[in-house]
């Protein structure tokens, strides 16, 4: 959906300059650092930490769950002092320097988780104030600071100016809005990959449909967060962009173009080139998300039903993200998360971090075998479907160089 760390990627095999994807090796099961007690998931934090972290209390909020206060004292005490974060601080005592990778993704994404917990409002201010400070001149945000925009960095920003009560469309640089830069983003309805949203403008003026793009592109023109609820039912609509598509009108024809590219096996594909296509689950998960958001559950019946059936071991090995992705599906679609193809998804969330307070359990509800503790936390826990954990593209920004997966993969 928005850009995500994977613990997979290695910045140390980053070369600047190169234009071609690379295939990370599977995550270590032995990380270089010490996992902090307060972090869900058991795998390298390096890359991922900050976005796991604030994925998985995002949503145990959605179902009702109290974290654990060190879960959340951990994800404040990632924040720097300008109110940026980093993908992971191995020690936050240390202040913040020019060194230090900030990130608009991984401060998006813990405002978002920080506004639906309540109670810290300050830290989540810091962070919009920062977000605000390097929004690029179309309106939009790039990956790292001054980084060209791009529609998963622009729209998880959008959730997090919405979670924090701010109006996105006001939030102007230049006289350009975040929607300005969706807009711009998003292909016309007459040739390929009518009605998707590109990953970023192509130099060569070609700009090429992606389907994770799109998942977070449909959100994003809705002012939506990571976690919507289900939209207004509506008949699925062709695409259509006479007179020039308003930011409504680009994240319907980005939900037509997600519901074509579902509709003969009921997931999304990874490609990578020279790789057989395989099923893409955490990106099959966000465009679940993004059809309910926009048309009611009914228009994401096919792909949910799909995860169901399939999603349980990809959750399993790929840790606390993951099991957040499904939740948001189901939250979305109005399907039980406690019950989801078998699996208790918030059950086996909770067991890859700290115990929470409490665990909203509504009476009654029917509960799935999880796996257990050790199991889980010992896994993988980038979390964001087979184009995070086996496919890298490199993102150049502010002069720097590094690796990180999946998200300007071509798709059908």
Not at 87 to 110: E, Q
Not at 201 to 222: E, F, H, S
Not at 327 to 332: D, E, G, K, V
Request: net charge negative; glycine share 12%; aromatic share 6%.
């Amino acid at each position: 959906m928005n850009v995500r760390r994977s613990a997979a990627v290695l910045a140390a095999t980053a070369v600047i300059g190169a234009a071609t994807p690379a295939v990370a090796a599977s995550p270590s099961p032995t990380p270089s650092v010490a996992i902090p007690s307060g972090l869900y998931g058991g795998t390298d934090p390096t890359y991922d930490g900050v976005w796991r972290q604030s994925l998985a209390l995002l949503a145990q909020d959605t179902v009702g769950v109290t974290p654990a206060a060190e879960a959340v004292d951990w994800l404040t005490g990632q924040q720097c002092a300008n109110g940026a974060f980093a993908a992971f601080r191995a020690d936050p005592a240390k202040a913040c320097d020019a060194k230090l990778m900030v990130d608009t993704n991984s401060t998006a994404a813990a405002v978002q988780a920080l506004a639906a917990l309540g109670g810290h409002e300050a830290a989540a201010r810091k962070a919009v104030t920062w977000l605000k400070s390097v929004q690029n001149a179309d309106g939009g945000w790039g990956y790292t600071p001054g980084g060209a925009s791009d529609t998963n960095s622009t729209s998880v920003v959008i959730g997090a100016l919405a979670a924090a009560g701010e109006k996105p469309a006001r939030v102007e640089k230049g006289g350009k809005s975040p929607y300005d830069a969706l807009v711009e983003l998003a292909l016309p309805c007459d040739g390929a990959g009518a009605g998707a949203f590109a990953y970023q403008p192509d130099p060569k003026g070609a700009p090429a449909a992606n389907a994770d793009a799109t998942a977070a592109g449909v959100l994003g023109a809705l002012g939506k967060g990571l976690a919507p609820a289900a939209g207004a039912k509506t008949d699925a609509a062709a695409c259509a962009d006479a007179g020039g598509p308003t930011p409504q009108r680009a994240a319907a024809n980005g939900a037509a173009y997600l519901a074509k590219a579902v509709a003969k096996d009921g997931y999304l594909t990874s490609v990578l080139p020279g790789a057989e296509n395989q099923p893409d689950h955490g990106n099959t998960a966000d465009a679940v998300v993004a059809l309910a958001a926009q048309g009611g559950a009914e228009r994401a019946r096919q792909p949910l039903a799909w995860l169901e059936q399939h999603s349980a071991a990809w959750a399993k090995q790929s840790g606390p993200a993951a099991y957040a992705q499904l939740i948001f599906a189901a939250h979305a679609t109005g399907t039980d998360p406690r019950a989801f193809g078998g699996t208790d998804l918030v059950a086996a969330l909770n067991a890859t971090g700290p115990t929470p307070e409490a665990t909203g359990k509504a009476t009654g509800e029917a509960t799935a075998p999880t796996p257990d503790d050790d199991s889980v936390k010992g896994d993988s826990d980038d979390g964001y479907g087979t184009w995070w954990t086996i496919g890298v593209f490199l993102v150049a920004g502010i002069g720097i160089g590094f690796l990180i997966s999946g998200r300007r993969k071509q798709q059908p």
